[in-house]
């Protein structure tokens, strides 16, 4: 290598971006423990790509197993498999806590008795074994033979639920060092293996029909209890209290809603009738788990793909090289990297840890203080979540739910999301205007003409997007996409060859524990809204207030948007919104489209609303600000997107609903509203500090021009010249003062 082109390379600014960072729960493993796990997460991934494909073992090996399954599998076992086969990975890779003690430390006598947990573990799954065995030679099962109830019951059940209760306990207190497997942990993936035999041997019958009645056989009921705490003890570990909390609030008002007064009163239901149904597309198999073993481990192998062939730093190097040498660059450079990444990443704090690292470092160098670097970052992130076509897996989701198209969904979020980033930029740059901040220098930055000799490393993206609105199914769609990555890769020194590719496979096996339980833990959350009703009665509630007030009707399904998602991962704070408040405001006579991107953008801004803003905490500790002042700060820098929603119901033109000439204007419109109502909240307006009544009236021809309608359009920009006029002849208090270090 020249030393000219070792200077050029010194230059690249991030490295490591696409390293998956490392949870503090994580067990690293070691040589055959090592070797075992990551060929289990290798394959888990690839068992995913080869049945969405369609393809059989035969084919995809070569060799004729006719004993193994063929793809594709029934619907409803393939989720049983999915969540199964992520459970037994997850327990297996995430300790109970963070508390590794020393070898010399452990806690032997606990594992002991968790070996002894095994005993009910494996007969659990041997019965269930042996029930699909029976009923391969003519039983007839049904849920009121006593002989196969006392089966169920005592051989089947009360083993498993020992075993998995028992297990979760003895978690909490056991201690095994890092690299070591946790005995309590292996029996709750065999518990968890036990659940998904059981369900695939009786949902195979005709019993999958009498779930919900006294025909179904109560061994059900047991799997779906042991399955549901299985289920929220991953969550726990790998997405933190707050989804388990909200889900044990609905869980517990399944026994206590016959007590509750008004709308939150509802039938009592027996335990035996809410588990035979909770494990049903009525709940944890439903739409949520539909999309996370489908679509969003699809992308998550994507992901991986690129992450493996260091596409995520040749992006964010390309953000620094085309937007670095701006006023306040490293945070300009942290709108377009972050909202790239985010876009694919299902999290938005999981982006804030994986770019965040490298931009609020920079952002505070050029001189933002450490709560704004930590906010636009977060900001950012969420972005991701709303950005076509992709959005973090939530334009599936909702197609999922609603059975609208998802190309139609993907175009009707682009006007929303480019107000989101427009709205961001324009605050990132008022602050650095504010402040006299300069951008980073040319020696500091990559090259942007090398950069742009690498574009060709956009092309999986680029068919991503093509195959899609070529009408190309999603999954073959990303499927093209992955392979595309890999060719692609040959063109740059990081070439995937089988160890790069099985590497791949791995990682997006461990990407995909933290969304899929999250998925099937919303999904215990979609149940019991189903199940009780209280959804309905919830939808009455917002037909009742916007009978005074259609505007307060839509504060309030906000609001409760918000709050159901505070603490939550994007996809599950989503699907639990939609099933709450959707049918609601579809009711008031919005259109299901409408309805649910209102629902949706508001489930995604709850990751830096305060006060539980998950973004923006994880912003906090990268950038060691204090996480409430963080949050607030982050609040205010994404505020114009509190305001997008509404502008949805008022013109839905903003949706794409419309003719082009419609759709422009509400756009254009939008835009120069966002700039108004971004300065207003700055305090900055064409070059100068503005007055505080200037900063009214800014944001209120900002509501103007963003309502939609000619007349208030010419209000707004009426408004706006007036302003713009006082704000040059009269030069007032706050009024235009010299820019330090302006471009």
Known sequence: MTDHTAQEDDHLIAEGVDEEPVESNRRMYAGRNLAIVSAYAAFYAAFHMAALNGLSISEWTG????????????????????IAGALALGFTLFAANANFPSEDKETPVLGYIAYVLMIPAVLSLVMALSF???????????????GIKFKETYLYGLPLIVATFGSIVLSWFHRRARPGFAAPDAVLAVCGIAVAAYLITIYGTLMRNSTGTPFAPIGISMAAVAGTALIMELTR???????????????????????????????????QRFFSQVYTDAGILGPTTAVSSTYIILFIIFAAFLQASKVGDYFVNFAFAAAGRARGGP????????????????????????TGSLTIPLMKKVGYHKKTAGAVEAAASTGGQIMPPIMGAGAFIMAEIT??????????AVIPAILYFVSVYFMVDMEAAKLGMRGMSEDELPKFNKMVRQIYLFIPIIILIYALFMGYSVIRAGTLATVAAAVVSWLTPNRMGLRSIVKAFELAGVMSVQIIAVCACAGIIVGVISLTGVGARFSAVLLGIADASQLLALFFAMCIAILLGMGMPTTAAYAVAASVVAPGLVQLGIPQLTAHFFVFYFAVLSAITPPVALASYAAAGISGANPMETSVTSFKIGIAAFVV???????????????????LRAGATAVVGVFFLSSGVQGWFMGGRAAWFLRLGLVLAALMLIEGGIISDLIGVGLAVAIFFIQKMFHPKGGAIPVRGAD
């Open 237 to 271: 570990r790998v997405a933190g209290m707050a989804l388990i909390v909200i889900a044990g609030i609905f869980l517990c008002y399944v026994f206590v809603g016959q007590y509750m007064p008004g709308f939150l009163n509802a039938p009592a239901i027996t335990w």
């Open 331 to 354: 945070a300009k450079v942290a709108i377009f990297a972050s909202g790239l990444m985010g876009m694919i990443n299902g999290t938005s704090a999981g982006n804030v840890v994986a």
């Open 403 to 412: 059975g609208i198209p998802y190309t139609e969904i993907a175009l009707a």
């Open 132 to 146: 699909a065995s029976d009923i391969k030679g003519g039983v007839m099962w049904n849920g009121i033979d006593e």
């Open 645 to 663: 929603p509404f502008m949805f119901f008022y013109n839905s033109a903003i949706l794409m609903d419309g003719t082009w000439p419609e759709v």
């Open 63 to 82: 060799v004729s197993v006719p004993l193994l399954p063929t793809f594709p599998m029934e619907t409803w076992n393939f989720r049983i498999v999915h």
